[in-house]
């Protein structure tokens, strides 16, 4: 069982940064692959971002390519996503998962065993 604690959210400019961190339990968070997905009210959840455990190769959805960056800590059992140039849009509920085993990180919530209970990001304008 893994237990993934989400952190970081709360209210910005637009403009502004945030970096939400997601510590995990577990002693093999390191062959974890890891995703940020968010959920914004009325809509479905959608992929963010993800990273592979074993060579850190990053996917970013369209959205947030060039502006949010996703990385990982091992040793630390942490996982983080930071985001810079903030957009109104991006106000959401941002959810970290971990797909135990997975080889190259997924982009669909179907593909993720463990959720955090997720972080509010609110930008205004």
Do not use: H
Not at 17 to 43: D, E, I, N, V
Not at 64 to 78: H, L
């Amino acid at each position: 069982q893994v237990q993934l604690v989400e952190s970081g959210g709360g209210l910005v400019q637009a403009g502004g940064s945030l970096r939400l961190s997601c510590a995990a339990s577990g002693r093999t968070f390191r062959r974890y692959a890891m995703g940020w997905f968010r959920q914004a009210p009325g809509k479905e959840r959608e992929f963010v971002a993800a990273i592979n455990w074993r060579d850190s190769n990053t996917y970013y959805a369209d959205s947030v390519e060039g502006r949010f960056t996703i990385s990982r800590d091992n040793a630390k059992n942490t996982v983080y996503l930071q985001m810079n140039s903030l957009k109104p849009e991006d106000t959401a509920v941002y959810y970290c998962a971990a797909d135990a085993g997975a080889v190259v990180a997924g982009k669909t919530i179907y593909e993720y065993d463990y959720w955090g209970q997720g972080t509010q990001v609110t930008v205004s304008s």
